[in-house]
């Protein structure tokens, strides 16, 4: 630039010497031009000498900040936890729950009319409850897997390990192994736990047929398309010992599961994810508390092929993408089971046997706006199909349909509103009503107040 | 069943069609870094920001869209120091992509080559949200961005070794570039030296650090907190009494607090970029210091 400028000024210069050897020789105009030129010489003189300060002023702060940008980086900051044993230990949390429930109907007779009970069902007892406390491990093994441990302890001081598994760090092409036991991938609520889910309970579609959530102790692999629309493709096997299946004693795979994710944004402030699952396994003698014909209580249990097959799609939007303001979540699934083998008749008694199919379906939808920062409001809507299964042993005429009472078909369904504040990330108050129609004679009011809070590491949840 | 598993794996093997790309991918999870990433890598790069100058990067959701771009890139370039936490970590573990995994050459974090101001003595989270390595908002200091490009050039030049000259080249041009705009800043904002300014969350230390700003205040109690009717109350007591200049926001923020209190303490809102995309003048780095610098003056008038 200072260049440019010299040469132009200098350019200047010799035009005017020039135009003053030819120009006409009157002495004043002479003389004129001549101090002229010497105050132009002056002014550019002047500036060059200015141009020239500036530059090595530059020169010097530049040289100071090179200095500066060279200058070894600061020491890295001391490892968490002091050095020593400790500082490999893994990163710890910890959920504490808990709930006060008012219900109109009594939890013991929860059922889920038109399903066959399996596992672990109904809104929970009566009055104040401890919720699951979760206790979370997690750390890189080495450079090559990660293992994290999640035991939830019961309100009843019952242990168990919900979640347990390996997973893969450093396998090529867009693989993952994740091995051990672990919640599956199949749909979108069923690998999320417990203290995210946004209502107290999950939908009625995974109490009757995934018996809540889906866990399974086994291995899964998925593979994550190299696009820039997300695609996810995972199969998982496993002893198939969840409900809807049952330990079976038999060497190999018991179970199979299938699932693909798709997903993308939509501008910039919004995004979605859609999913197809299938889930196939096996139930020996999955036994279950009926009553017969006269009203007296037996035991029955299935045997046969259950599989199922499901949809999941989830949007989510805030302003920019910017969640603190506002942020609404659409979430819906769908499920459908085909159950189809045989169903014992008074396993303890007259053990009749005979063929068993049903064809039932399922599926929840629920809204979730953050109005205004920490609060939250969510409609859920529940509904279940179970239609009529076909019993050989009503066909046969060995029994009659009033034997299988429970088994009648039902489209039981389900409407909770919540509100839920949070104070902060790590903390939330939520409060719960519902109105459940799984029975088939009688309407539940619930209502409940939950708290959750997370202490420990922070934890990073899925989309 | 065996339907079912065809029709699984066509599908697989459609996704698995896809073009070769010959640039070197990169994940950058802020603007800066995004925009920094493009000045030194040039046309041998392709940038993906997972995030816009609109969003606090403290609550950024672990997308589909992102964990689809952790996959396929070469280098994450994050800011570290725990900024991240509650979404990087999932990209990275979901991300089926051995090469971007923290402690490997394919991750790069900022801080880990800076300094960072407000290292708490003690951490715990009833003072809100902190982050136990220090304040991480350290891009808004520029040699805290000469440092980072240093580095990252370093990286650019270990990952892509046939473009090593051609990195190094272009960092070598930035380095002096950027030397030159920050003396201008300084020069020019140096007026800016003590005035008196209140901030929202405490994400503007390093801009005032760098300017000699005066922070008076937070409208923010605690990191994340935010602000109770009787806080604000008190801050307009205190505003009262020792006046402040001007008040400053960033792009992302909610304006209500801040004008709330600009109401009542009689001084002007200042909108900052913060990062690349801010403002509408804030294009790239350079245009994001100018932008800010220019801001401050003309409120400082």
């Not at chain 1, 500036?47 to 980086?73: G, M």
């Not at chain 1, 760090?169 to 690998?191: M, Q, V």
């Not at chain 2, 090469?99 to 801080?111: C, K, L, P, R, S």
């Not at chain 2, 070794?161 to 190094?168: I, K, L, T, V």
């Amino acid at each position: 630039m200072w260049m440019k400028k010299n040469r132009g000024a200098g350019t200047a210069l010799l035009l005017l010497l020039l135009m003053s050897g030819v120009g006409r020789a009157h002495a004043d105009e002479l003389s004129e031009l001549k101090s002229d030129i010497a105050a132009l010489k002056t002014t550019y003189a002047q500036k060059i000498v200015a141009l020239e300060a500036r530059i090595a002023q530059l020169e010097v702060q530049a040289s100071a900040a090179t200095a500066i940008a060279e200058a070894p980086p600061p020491p890295p900051p001391a490892p968490a936890g002091g050095g020593g044993q400790s500082a490999f230990n893994p990163a710890v949390s910890v959920i504490l729950a808990g709930n006060y429930a008012n219900l109109s109907q009594d939890p013991a007779t929860y059922r889920i009319a038109g399903f066959m009970p399996g596992a672990d069902i109904g809104p929970g007892e009566r009055s104040f409850n401890l919720g699951e406390s979760e206790l979370t491990l997690a750390a890189n093994v080495d450079p090559y897997f990660l293992a994290n441990l999640t035991v939830a302890i019961g309100a009843d001081d019952s242990i168990h390990a919900e979640e347990a598994y390996f997973k893969t760090t450093a396998l090529p092409a867009g693989l993952l192994l994740k091995g051990g036991r672990f919640f599956s991938g199949i749909g979108y609520l069923n690998e999320v736990h417990a203290h995210a889910w946004d209502f107290i309970d999950q939908p009625l579609v995974y109490q009757a047929f995934l018996g809540r959530q889906y866990a399974t102790d086994g291995l899964q692999v998925k593979w994550l398309a190299p696009t820039d629309l997300f695609m996810e493709f995972g199969a998982e096997t496993g002893n198939g010992r969840h409900f809807p299946g049952t330990g079976r004693n038999r060497n190999g795979m018991n179970s199979t599961t299938l699932f693909m994710h798709a997903g993308n944004d939509i501008g910039d402030s919004a995004s979605w994810r859609a999913g197809l699952s299938w889930l196939d396994q096996r139930a020996d003698n999955r036994s279950f508390d009926s009553v017969d014909g006269t009203g007296a209580p037996i035991l029955n249990a299935f045997t046969g092929s259950s599989r199922l097959w499901g949809a999941d799609f989830v949007y989510k939007w805030a302003p920019l993408g910017n969640s603190i303001e506002r942020q609404f979540k659409f979430q819906a699934e769908f499920m459908h089971r085909i159950e189809s083998g045989s169903l014992a008749f008074d396993t303890q008694g007259g053990n009749l046997n005979g063929s068993y199919r049903s064809s039932q379906s399922g599926w929840y939808a629920q809204g979730v706006y953050q109005f205004r920062p920490r609060w939250r409001i969510g409609l859920r809507y529940d509904s279940l199909h179970s239609g009529d299964p076909s019993i050989g042993l009503v066909a046969a005429g060995a029994l009659t349909l009033a034997d299988f009472s429970e088994l009648a078909a039902s489209s039981p369904d389900r409407t909770s509103l919540m509100l839920d504040w949070s104070p902060s990330e790590f903390s939330r108050l939520r409060l719960q009503y519902a109105q459940d129609q799984a029975r088939r004679d009688a309407r539940d009011h619930q209502l409940f107040l939950q708290y959750l809070y997370s202490i420990g590491a922070h934890g990073a949840h899925k989309f | 069943m065996n339907k079912t598993l065809l029709a699984f794996l066509a599908l697989a093997a459609l996704a698995a069609m896809t073009p070769a790309h010959a640039a070197l991918k990169i994940l950058a999870t802020t603007p800066e870094w995004a925009s920094l990433s493009r000045e030194i890598g040039g046309d041998k790069v392709d940038v993906y920001a997972a995030t816009s100058a609109f969003q606090d990067v403290h609550r950024v959701e672990a997308k589909p869209s992102l964990v689809a771009r952790a996959r396929s890139a070469d280098l994450v370039v994050a800011t570290g120091a725990q900024l991240e936490i509650g979404w990087l970590p999932v990209l990275l573990q979901e991300s089926g992509n051995a090469h971007i995994q923290a402690g490997g050459n394919g991750y790069f974090e900022a801080t880990s080559v800076l300094r960072l101001l407000e290292v708490p003595t003690s951490v715990d989270r009833s003072l809100g949200d902190i982050h136990p390595q220090g304040n991480p908002h350290a891009q808004l200091d520029p040699h805290n961005i000469a440092l980072v490009a240093k580095a990252l050039t370093a990286r650019l030049t270990l990952l892509d070794a046939s473009n090593a000259a051609y990195y190094s080249a272009r960092g070598a041009d930035f380095q002096n570039r950027w030397q030159i705009a920050i003396a201008k800043w300084e020069t020019a904002a140096a007026p800016l030296k003590g005035v008196p300014v209140v901030v929202i969350h405490r994400d503007q230390v390093y801009l005032c650090h760098w300017l000699g700003l005066a922070e008076l205040a937070a409208i923010e109690p605690k990191p994340g907190v935010p602000p109770t009717a009787g806080y604000l109350a008190q801050l307009v007591v205190k505003l009262n009494a020792s006046p402040a200049k001007m008040i400053l926001r960033n792009a992302y923020n909610d304006s209500k607090a801040a004008d709330w209190l600009s109401e009542r303490v009689h001084a002007p809102v200042v909108t900052l970029a913060y990062t690349v995309g801010g403002t509408p003048e804030a294009k790239d780095l350079f245009g994001l210091f100018d932008d800010m610098v220019n801001r401050l003056l003309g409120a400082a008038k």
